[in-house]
T-cell receptor, first 117, second 113 residues
């Protein structure tokens, strides 16, 4: 099955700096890569996603890049703010045929991002 | 506004007890998922379901079972709770299409003594 590795496990930055979180995946057939943010005591929420036919996607201060050849993808947050402090999870979805694979995600281990004012 | 609710926020059970965790979604989603969240291990899939009465094993199904009798409701069952099942349990739901966002419930913090 799919295996997703996420690094670093913790990341501490000063407000205004950039933050980068990296993930690698094992299944070359994976075709969908979402990122979820979980604030302290709250549920995970989708912040950005990318499909395998796209190399980069941006949404204001966040961007995701995908390198299919190397099987890795990254989350970039620019001009970090204290409210960006949270746990971030990457995930990957394989492209297996049949309904049993629909929507099933494999998550990375999570990165605790702390943005210091 | 999508709403996924879970029956309890906190639960304390004793070893050997049968435990039921219930999840309800109100968005007519086909897919429903149960994860457990442990520090440093991320979100690990226990079971998922893509239709009523259908279930598929995830990555860590041992010691768990599930039930989906109605589309909006997905139950996680611990037949005989053990201390290593102390964890945060998260339910999620999504539409059947492969690229749809998963919406999570608030989680149930289960402690097995």
């Amino acid at each position: 099955g799919e295996n997703v590795e996420q690094h670093p496990s913790t990341l501490s930055v000063q407000e205004g700096d950039s933050a980068v979180i990296k993930c690698t995946y094992s299944d070359s057939a994976s075709n969908y890569f979402p990122w979820y943010k979980q604030e302290l005591g709250k549920r995970p929420q989708l912040i950005i996603d990318i499909r395998s036919n796209v190399g980069e996607k941006k949404d204001q201060r966040i961007a995701v890049t995908l390198n299919k050849t190397a099987k890795h993808f990254s989350l970039h947050i620019t001009e970090t703010q204290p409210e960006d402090s949270a746990v971030y999870f990457c995930a990957a979805k394989g492209s297996g045929a049949g309904g049993t694979s629909y929507g099933k995600l494999t998550f990375g281990q999570g990165t605790i991002l702390t943005v210091h004012p | 506004d999508v709403k996924v609710t879970q029956s309890s926020r906190y639960l304390v059970k004793r070893t050997g007890e049968k435990v039921f965790l219930e999840c309800v979604q109100d968005m007519d989603h086909e897919n429903m998922f149960w994860y457990r969240q442990d520090p440093g291990l991320g979100l690990r899939l226990i079971y998922f379901s893509y239709d009523v009465k259908m279930k598929e094993k995830g990555d860590i199904p041992e010691g768990y079972s599930v039930s989906r009798e109605k589309k909006e409701r997905f139950s996680l069952i611990l037949e005989s709770a053990s201390t290593n099942q102390t964890s945060m349990y998260l339910c999620a739901s999504s539409f059947l299409d492969s690229y749809n966002e998963q919406f999570f419930g608030p989680g149930t913090r289960l402690t097995v003594l």
